[in-house]
């Protein structure tokens, strides 16, 4: 078997479907609702189909060459803590989670997943939309497996814990089994930037590389309505501090030579990171473009999921059609 087919809504930046391509799966259609979003998977991807629409209103009896594909992916918005507990009428996130499910009745892969976080899994007050789910998935022939993963596990230089759902349909659940770590051990921000660090001449870069000697925390792109770029809330920006990075804001460009690292003078004395950097510490290569102004790039970055990590999972769901021997140690992108 050969031209594993899939689908990936609420796509983002691509790195849902970056890591399925690197596992041997054609995305024949992206689907999100964010223009910027749409721009970047176009900019990365041209032979890739891009439709920009919500998935609350996506008609996919308008698009039948996505029926029967091996796999429909999902990296959704997240679900905020307190969100009501009932997919219908609920937060707008939960809806999304029910589009998703009501899509699989139209699309019929042999294999759904959905990311989210790690709540996603086993949080007590979204026990009854897992329940929603597993009703209707059961309902059409899917067997569930919930599971979480952390990114760092997979060469991802981030401690980053993901909740997934995996469906498949008989007999090829029964093969499944969630992807095991690719690493040994985890990927240091100072390994990760290194180059970086010091491409505009900055003296200090290897000294800072070697005090950055864990991974980054986790993330976070924050709500569309809140301020412009930083790494994060205040316990996340003290982890920064230790590495002596300044979590408070996102930089334009790499330290230059002049830059003085004082970390001890507080934020002024500390170095601050690219979009760019961001998206390496998110696993994505460094050819891969981010459109908009520097505050939608990171956005789109810190919401993504891990292409290393989607990939783990796409081998994962391919040796569950075809055999172990599916697992690719190299891939052919569409460009």
């Not at 979003?37 to 009896?61: E, G, I, K, M, Y």
């Not at 009932?86 to 998703?100: H, M, Y």
């Not at 919930?146 to 980053?160: E, I, K, S, T, Y």
Request: aromatic share 8%; charged share 20%; with cysteine.
């Amino acid at each position: 078997m050969s031209g594993l087919r899939c689908v990936d809504v609420c796509a983002g930046a691509g790195g849902m479907a970056l890591g399925l391509e690197q596992a041997g799966f054609d995305p024949v259609l992206l689907l999100d609702r964010k223009p910027v979003a749409c721009d970047t998977l176009r900019r990365n991807r041209s032979a890739w189909r891009v439709l920009q629409t919500d998935l609350l209103d996506f008609a996919p009896s308008r698009h039948r060459d996505i029926y029967d594909v091996d796999l429909l992916s999902a990296g959704l918005p997240r679900v905020k803590a307190g969100a009501v507990a009932a997919p219908s009428g609920a937060a707008p996130e939960l809806r999304l989670v029910e589009a998703t499910v009501y899509l699989v009745h139209a699309v019929q892969p042999r294999a759904l997943v959905i990311e989210n976080v790690p709540g996603l899994v086993d949080a007590p007050d979204l026990e009854p939309m897992r329940d929603f789910i597993r009703e209707e998935l059961h309902h059409l022939g899917y067997r569930l497996l919930w599971f979480l993963l952390n990114a760092a596990d997979f060469g991802v230089p981030q401690h980053r814990r993901q909740g997934f759902l995996v469906a498949l349909k008989m007999p090829w659940f029964d093969a499944f089994r969630p992807p095991a770590p690719t690493v040994r051990e985890s990927f240091s921000v100072g390994r990760a930037l290194h180059r970086s660090m010091a491409a505009g001449g900055w003296p200090d870069a290897t000294r800072w590389a070697g005090q950055a000697a864990g991974v980054a925390p986790t993330l976070v792109g924050g709500s569309e309505s809140r301020g412009g770029a930083d790494l994060g809330p205040t316990g996340t920006r003290r982890a920064w501090a230790r590495m002596g990075v300044d979590g408070g804001t996102v930089a334009d460009e790499v330290p230059g030579p002049d830059f003085r690292w004082a970390p001890e003078a507080g934020r002024q004395g500390m170095v601050r990171i690219t979009t760019g950097q961001a998206a390496l510490l998110q696993g994505f290569p460094e050819d891969w473009v981010f459109a908009g102004k520097k505050t939608a790039r990171y956005r789109q970055i810190g919401h993504a999921s891990p292409p290393p990590v989607a990939r783990a999972l796409g081998c994962a769901i391919r040796a569950a059609f075809v055999g172990p021997e599916s697992s690719l140690d190299g891939y052919t992108p569409t460009l």
